[in-house]
């Protein structure tokens, strides 16, 4: 029986696209790596709330067909979390919106924004 490799990225593709998003919002660098380190699904992490993070654990509470999910975290997601805190001291979200559109209710960012490139080219 045939075996399927799991399509991942090499150290040197994952540090390109970190390089490359370096360019735009710091939001999307973050969660470029909180996705790669977590292995988690995108919509999971945009909702990712203060509350659900503790020392060394992430919770990701269960809904709709997800059950809840615990993480380790590690120094470089503990890292992240305490750098978003300390920009944003007032934010629910780990991942919060700051556009002037939803200032007034605390939002999670959105997965579709303009970049000026393909961070992978």
């Known amino acids: ?3 399927m490799m799991e399509n991942t990225l090499t150290l040197r593709e994952f540090l390109t696209v970190r390089k490359n998003l370096e360019d735009i919002p710091e939001t999307r660098a973050d969660l470029w790596t909180l996705l790669c380190l977590t292995r988690t699904m995108i919509t ?3 909702h990712l709330k203060y509350q659900d993070i503790h020392d060394d654990e992430i919770v990701l509470p269960g809904h709709g067909k997800f059950a809840e999910k615990r993480l380790s975290s590690g120094p470089t997601i503990r890292k992240i979390v305490v750098q978003r805190r300390a920009g944003f001291p007032d ?3 780990l991942f919060q919106s700051h556009s002037n559109r939803v200032k007034a209710v605390a939002r999670p960012v959105t997965l579709i924004a303009r970049l ?3 961070p992978w080219e």
Do not use: G, Q
Request: charged content about 40%; glycine content about 0%.
């Open 1 to 3: 029986m045939a075996v």
């Open 44 to 46: 999971r992490l945009i």
């Open 91 to 93: 934010d629910i979200y």
């Open 116 to 118: 000026k490139k393909r």
